[in-house]
């Protein structure tokens, strides 16, 4: 089970760092919809874009055995803007409310495509939030596609920073309405914990950028205490995008919001510095990425049944948007 860390309670991950350094988590404008489907079972239909292909994964080799192939090849899912999930907490998840909260693409004039989130949050006075989160955990170790020089498929920008010692500041770039409510960002560590982070509030209008600086960051290294640990065989420190958090206090009005986000930002301490590395552990021995696909199996083979089971649901969808004039179904 996931334990949740906040920040102003927690340091987090307390390991000896080395180099501050900044990278982008994930830029949310790199995830669009640039693959059609080949599958004429697919949802939508083979020859619309609906995935983002660099970030595509085939669940299908997870999937139980009594699967046909024309069954698997619908488990194929992304990282595209609107395969994301909204979900209310459970005081506000109305039939309702759930349908208008989502996501789609939109257009910016400054960064191009962006994430829109529309979330209809209860008019009624209670505390209510909503969680914006990609359609699956993204996979640490996910090997890479042929050509790319990341050393895995979602390292540069697309929701892995590995070797992450302390976190240092963390930063969001999100377009304000003037809604008064409190953006979260939600990180995962290699120990699978939650990381909940206090952004601020979004009651300001445009693009802005929201910072967390780390309150338990020591500048002055002379200041730390030194807390090494070994890496090797453990998991190399990294830090996994896992979504974000909308807060609306009782006391804020409620109903339709909406918001954009282009990206994520970290500055963080080095866990290791390359330049120490005489043997490449892991290109030996294979125990992290051997451990990751272990974790990561569970996670593939439940989204294979998500996603298949998603694809009956929308092959019984009622297709008719009108009644048939008097006569014609009954002669049918």
Known sequence: MKRIFIFGIVALLAVGSLLAKEDVLIDLSLLTADSAADDENSTPQKGVPAQNAATTVDTSSHAASNYTDEQKAVMKTSLAIENWKVSLSSSSASVGNAKLSYTKEA????????????????????????????????????????????????????GVVKNVGILKSVAVNVYGEYFPYTLYVILLNDK????????????????????????????????????????????????????????????????DFVTYFKDVKIIYDEAILDEQRDIDDESIWSIVSDREADNNKDNMNKLSDQLYHESLDGKKQASEKTFSPSGEADQE
Do not use: C
């Open 192 to 255: 699978g914990e939650e990381i909940l982070i206090n952004m601020g509030s979004l009651n300001f209008y445009g693009w802005g950028e929201l910072r967390w600086d780390n309150p338990r960051y020591v500048q002055d290294v002379r200041n730390r205490t030194l807390n090494q640990k070994p890496l090797y065989p453990q998991s190399l420190p990294f830090l996994k995008f896992a979504g974000f958090r909308i807060f609306r206090d009782a006391s804020q009005p409620g109903g």
């Open 107 to 158: 257009s910016s004039a400054k960064y191009g495509t962006v994430l829109g989130v529309r979330v209809h949050f209860p008019t009624g006075s209670w505390n209510a939030n909503a969680t914006v989160k990609p359609p699956f955990e993204i996979p640490a170790y996910e090997p890479p596609d042929e050509g790319s020089e990341a050393s895995s498929k979602f390292e540069g920008g697309y």
